[in-house]
């Protein structure tokens, strides 16, 4: 259980076990500005079967190729279907009851690491999937080029990122705005999130979680040795960058 | 606006404007432990019409007669149904947006107060009613008394409260016991919630929101000159208790 998060913490696992055995459906998220809403998708989401997925995540995971890294798994909907696709893949989460979750489910490699914890042990890989908006685990403008680094320091040759996010831009909510402009007062990202999930008496600890536009995705990328090459859209804040590894 | 909230503390008044103008549904409750969760009921239920009403406080209803006091009245469910079968009601609520609310949907006297600003400008009442479990707005041990005090003293002779509350006892979430404990260690009755209902940027001030059994419903009517008479009830932990005013 190295790195993972105590009992009391795991709001996120305990909200994914909930929903698997009572069918709770509401995520409840929290910014450190005060703001509170429930998750848009939420559990159903996070247990969907592939032809329920968003379309944008549909049509870049044809894009995933070889042996795949699953980053925030979660309840494993990822490393389920690539696994059916036939890929190897390791899928790996901060949440050891999530993992539970997944594992139960049948995803044959799942592990409880956070994503900062990623080394040489895990093998080279040749895609990195970060669905949901899981892009965000990048944390922002100073972890990102660090952590990206890493993915290409344990990726092979022509390697892809495949790396869901959301438009923080894409708003008509003034709050939001607001967090925008306090987040670049404070040096930040204006898409920086600083949040923490809450399930009953549980509250993971706050964490960093960027929504990047495209363009910001590709500059965190270039400055890391990745390029994006695509972005897969429908119109809608969401979307999928796909990042390939420079030589 | 006499008593009426601030702008960024009215979040139960937001979340009733948003489920009229946008049909949100979810109500998030913070309790001071730190549980948080959804209202089981929530937004549709503070609109429902008559005959979607649990079925204890549609019985319950039977019971009110003569000039009404529609005590935290919110989007006016319980002043719209009254005023159609021809009583005269007024809706009191701290909110100034639900108050707003119900005033659009029809209800004719509606005003912002919050309850522990009730006094004889509002006329005598024969009918006092706390829907949902608004008994809770009697807070506690040390306010309740000297609330239903005060709506005797506004009660025509043989005047009822028809009081809605919650048993916190029936209930198997051992959070929810570790929080009687809490509340008894600190000198609190056990289902006197500390909450605040949060809603976006907005959050609603702490307030003791009691949620009482029978029993304790009887003893504190009995401290202050109502008595107990009728508990109507369909085995669930929501029920209507019936206080008359003891002469």
Same mark, same amino acid.
């Given at each position: 259980?190295?790195?993972?998060?105590?009992?009391?913490?795991?709001?996120?696992?305990?909200?994914?076990?909930?929903?698997?055995?009572?069918?709770?459906?509401?995520?409840?998220?929290?910014?450190?500005?005060?703001?509170?809403?429930?998750?848009?998708?939420?559990?159903?989401?996070?247990?969907?079967?592939?032809?329920?997925?968003?379309?944008?995540?549909?049509?870049?995971?044809?894009?995933?190729?070889?042996?795949?890294? /699953?980053?925030?798994?979660? +309840?494993? &909907? @990822? =490393?389920?279907?690539?696994?059916? %696709?036939?890929?190897? #893949?390791?899928?790996? /989460?901060?949440?050891?009851? +999530?993992? &539970? @979750? =997944?594992?139960?489910?049948?995803? %044959?490699?799942?592990? #409880?690491?956070?994503?900062?914890?990623?080394?040489?042990?895990?093998?080279?890989?040749?895609?990195?999937?970060?669905?949901?908006?899981?892009?965000?685990?990048?944390?922002?403008?100073?972890?990102?080029?660090?952590?990206?680094?890493?993915?290409?320091?344990?990726?092979?040759?022509?390697?892809?990122?495949?790396?869901?996010?959301?438009?923080?831009?894409?708003?008509?909510?003034?709050?939001?705005?607001?967090?925008?402009?306090?987040?670049?007062?404070?040096?930040?990202?204006?898409?920086?999130?600083?949040?923490?999930?809450?399930?009953?008496?549980?509250?993971?600890?706050?964490?960093?979680?960027?929504?990047?536009?495209?363009?910001?995705?590709?500059?965190?990328?270039?400055?890391?040795?990745?390029?994006?090459?695509?972005?897969?859209?429908?119109?809608?804040?969401?979307?999928?960058?796909?990042?390939?590894?420079?030589?």
């Amino acid at each position: 259980m190295r790195g993972g998060l105590r009992e009391r913490e795991d709001a996120y696992g305990r909200l994914v076990l909930d929903h698997l055995e009572h069918g709770g459906q509401i995520e409840i998220v929290e910014r450190d500005d005060g703001f509170i809403a429930v998750s848009r998708l939420g559990p159903p989401a996070y247990f969907a079967p592939f032809r329920q997925w968003p379309k944008h995540e549909r049509t870049a995971m044809r894009l995933a190729r070889g042996r795949v890294l /699953d980053i925030g798994c979660g +309840a494993g &909907r @990822v =490393a389920l279907h690539l696994q059916e %696709r036939g890929h190897e #893949v390791v899928g790996i /989460d901060v949440s050891p009851l +999530a993992v &539970r @979750v =997944a594992r139960k489910r049948g995803a %044959r490699d799942v592990r #409880v690491l956070p994503v900062t914890k990623l080394d040489r042990r895990l093998g080279r890989f040749d895609t990195f999937v970060m669905y949901g908006s899981n892009f965000g685990l990048v944390g922002g403008r100073r972890r990102a080029p660090w952590l990206l680094r890493r993915l290409r320091s344990i990726a092979n040759d022509g390697a892809r990122i495949v790396a869901g996010s959301t438009n923080p831009y894409m708003t008509d909510n003034p709050d939001h705005f607001a967090y925008h402009r306090l987040n670049r007062k404070r040096g930040r990202m204006a898409g920086q999130l600083r949040i923490r999930i809450r399930h009953g008496a549980y509250a993971t600890p706050w964490f960093d979680y960027l929504l990047a536009s495209p363009e910001e995705m590709g500059e965190l990328a270039a400055s890391a040795g990745w390029e994006l090459i695509r972005v897969v859209e429908h119109g809608e804040p969401f979307y999928v960058g796909v990042l390939e590894r420079l030589v």
